[in-house]
């Protein structure tokens, strides 16, 4: 079977790489992702699957982030123009309900879940000969969203999985679920997900990131990471009393001045004697002209902790902060959170459980000399793990790896379209160990 599994996504190469190009073309950031959303719903149904979509995979009142209802619309439309399936682009994409979940049930057996991110970032795009999607002409036509994380290869990787264990169903047992995820740029939508109970039932849980080749001792598969950051995500808005600069300045009360002030004392947070803990002020924005007191200003920051209490702390001071600046000249100061997510771990002995399979199963894969990879980023599939570790289940954040371009979040970004069959191959011999005929006594 391993060697079958190995062929099948072989076999699955082209259209693989042709599906990664599509989504790159049409890029879409979070909870916009309604052209790849009704794609992906799409194919699983023709597949097979069962298909969870809208309310009933993203539970309303835990959105957070979602764009203007204006904006929503008028991207519904250009999703449609831009080829979106239209018996698949539903009312509920429209109100920003995006994403998918295909079931597959096979009866008595542990359920898995994979998560595939698949939303991109507000970057324009390079737009040179030396950049392989501008060359070869599948660089985002949405100028200024661009796929520069690797989520539209996560996406075909999902589809890739999709079609393999559809091949594979008669000898599998269990549930699997395959989750395609909106908004994990910003942290945003795992949360919507895990607050629906998606993962509630879920006894192992699986998810990987395109990563660049670092050295000599990075292989193609590291089974697990460790060390996410915490985060939460805010903007700030001041707002404070216009008033004539010259002629009645005591009058004013300057909304600028107090998003300064936040922003300074925002970068004095003491640091954790716990741990790494980290603050960023991204954008600060303002005024009207420079004759007039201006009444409003914004920032956009970040904290970020090494562990979730951590974080917490940063999170608290941030907030007294801000509401301390607006106070102090005399404005008021509305705070929106915009994201976040937890630390996490990947399970020690399922990490070791998975190199196992791929040293065995894929021997031309190698596993990466550092089976637990430190990771110093923040990733709200931590939300997703986190809800499976509490109730005993077992989950890892894998890196698939290969050779980059550029550094993920930058213009010029992409990958090695090798990886979307290696990683391909690695979610089909996990879902074979734990739910196939020969691994499904051993992963009860």
Known sequence: MNSKIIDYARALDQVSRERRRDFHRYAETAWMEMR???IINKTLTELGYEVVTGKDLCLEEARIGVPAPEELEAHWKLALEQGAPAEYLTEEMKEGFTG????????????VALRFDIDALGILEEEKESHRPYREGFSSVNRGTMHA?????????????AEVLMKLKEDLHGTIKLIFQPG???AKGARAIVAHGH???VDYFVGTHIAPTGGPDDGDVTPGTWGSLATSKYDAHFYGQAAHAGGFPEKGRNAIMAACSAVLNLTAIP?????????NVGTIQG???RNVVPDYGVIQFEVRGETTEINEFMDQEAV???KAAAQMWGCTCELIFQGGAQSQHSDEDFLEQIAGIVERDLPHLRVSSCKNAQNWGSEDISLMMNRVQEHGGKATYMRSTTPVASAQHTTAFDFDEKVLVEAIQTFSAIVWELCGNQGNEKAR
């Not at 998918?100 to 057996?109: A, D, E, N, T, W």
């Not at 994380?149 to 999985?161: E, F, K, N, S």
């Not at 640091?271 to 603050?279: F, L, N, P």
């Open 36 to 38: 790849t959303s009704a």
């Open 100 to 111: 998918v979940m295909g079931i597959l049930r096979r009866g008595q057996g542990p359920v």
């Open 149 to 161: 994380c690797g989520h539209d290869g996560h996406g075909a990787i999902g589809l890739g999985v």
């Open 184 to 186: 994990e740029e910003g």
């Open 199 to 201: 993962l509630d039932d």
């Open 271 to 279: 640091r954790h004697s716990g741990g790494i803990s980290r603050v």
């Open 287 to 289: 005024g009207t002209g």
């Open 320 to 322: 007294r902060i801000c």
